[in-house]
C-alpha cells in the first residue's frame, strides 16, 4: 500500500508546504522580474551544456517546422513540453542555492532530441543525414563533455582539510553551511552572525557566499557576507569549477583581521594537501 494512503495527512502537509515553498521561494527568492526569466539559461543550461550544445538545442525547437509531416506532431509535443517545463521553473522564484541545476536536468535530452532533429531534417535531402546529425551533436558536445570531466574528476575537496586544519590552530572558529563535513558544529545563519568578539575565524565557502551576492538577496546577510569578504581572508579551492556541490572555494575570514594566524593556516594548508590552491587576500585598509 502506498504511504499516501495510509498517510493522507501527512501526505497533505507535504504537499502544501512544497507548495508555498515554491511560491515564496527560499532563503533568497529569485522572481522573474530579478532575472528577467534567464536564470536557468544562463546559470544552469549555459554552463552544464556548453555553448555549442546549448545553441543546438535552442535552434532545436525549430525542428517541427522543418520535420517531415510524420515527424511534426512527435517534435511539437516535445518542444511544447520544454518550453513550459522551463517557463515554469523560471516563473517561481523558488531557486535554492547551490544545487538549482538539478531542475533542468529533464530538460537536457529533449534539447538534444530538437537539436539532433533539426540537423536530420535540414540534410534530408542526403542518404546519410543520420551521419551527419550524430557528428554535429558528438562535436557539440565535446565542450559539455570536457567541462563534466573537469567538475566530476577526483581531486582533494578543501571541505575535507580546512576545517581540521582551522580547528587545530586554536582559533575560536564558526563554519558556514556547505563549508565543512560536520553537521554537530554551529553554523553562520540568520540567528548567528559572529563578530570578533564571538570567534576570532569564520570558515565559509561560495556555495553560501555567492546567494547573498545576488541582487535579490535579503540586505542584511547580504551586507554580512560584504563585510567577512572585507576582512583578510583565505581563498582554497582545488581549482576546478564549481557547479551544485562540488568544487567549493572555501574562504577562511580572519574576524579580528589577524593576517599572521592567517599565514600560519595558509601553511598548514599547504602542507597537508599541496595540490590545493591557498590565496591570502588582503583588503585595502580602509575596508577593514
Known amino acids: ?18 507548495l508555498t515553498h515554491s511560491i515564496h521561494g527560499h532563503d533568497v527568492p529569485l522572481p522573474p522580474r530579478a532575472t528577467w526569466g534567464l536564470f ?9 551544456l556548453g ?3 546549448l545553441a543546438l538545442g ?7 517546422f522543418v520535420a517531415a509531416r510524420e515527424r511534426r506532431m512527435p517534435l511539437t509535443l516535445i518542444a511544447i513540453f520544454a518550453a513550459l517545463w522551463y517557463a515554469v521553473h523560471a516563473a517561481t522564484p523558488l531557486k535554492p542555492f547551490p544545487d538549482f541545476a538539478r531542475y533542468m536536468l529533464l530538460l537536457v535530452p529533449l534539447l538534444l532530441i530538437l537539436g539532433a532533429s533539426f540537423i536530420y531534417e535540414l540534410s534530408a535531402r542526403w542518404d546519410r543525414r543520420g551521419i551527419l546529425a550524430a557528428i554535429v551533436l558528438v562535436l557539440a558536445a565535446v565542450p559539455a563533455l570536457v567541462m563534466s570531466v ?18 587545530a590552530s586554536g582559533a575560536r572558529v564558526i563554519f558556514d553551511r556547505y563549508s565543512d563535513y560536520q553537521r554537530s558544529r554551529r553554523i553562520l545563519g540568520i540567528q548567528l552572525r559572529p ?8 570558515v565559509t565557502s561560495n556555495l553560501a557566499y555567492d546567494r547573498f551576492a ?7 546577510m547580504a551586507a554580512y557576507y560584504r563585510g567577512l569578504s572585507a576582512k583578510p581572508h583565505l581563498d582554497v579551492s582545488n581549482g576546478r569549477p564549481t557547479m551544485g556541490y562540488f568544487n567549493p572555494v572555501v574562504r577562511v575570514v580572519a574576524l579580528d583581521g589577524s593576517v599572521d594566524r592567517l599565514n600560519k593556516i595558509a601553511a598548514a594548508i599547504r602542507t597537508a594537501a599541496p595540490s590545493l590552491t ?10 577593514k
Do not use: Y
Request: charged content about 25%; cysteine-free; proline content about 14%.
Open 1 to 18: 500500500m502506498l504511504p499516501a494512503i495510509r498517510r493522507l495527512n501527512r501526505w497533505r502537509k507535504g504537499v502544501d508546504f512544497e
Open 51 to 53: 555553448t555549442p550544445l
Open 214 to 220: 545576488l541582487d535579490a538577496a535579503p540586505g542584511s
Open 40 to 48: 536557468h539559461l544562463r546559470e544552469s543550461l549555459w554552463p552544464g
Open 150 to 167: 573537469r567538475i566530476n574528476s577526483p581531486d582533494v575537496d578543501p571541505r575535507g582539510v580546512v576545517p581540521a586544519v582551522v580547528e
Open 58 to 64: 535552442l535552434v532545436g525547437f525549430a525542428a517541427p
Open 278 to 287: 591557498v590565496r591570502l587576500i588582503e583588503p585595502p585598509p580602509q575596508s
Open 195 to 202: 563578530t570578533k568578539h564571538l570567534a576570532d575565524i569564520v
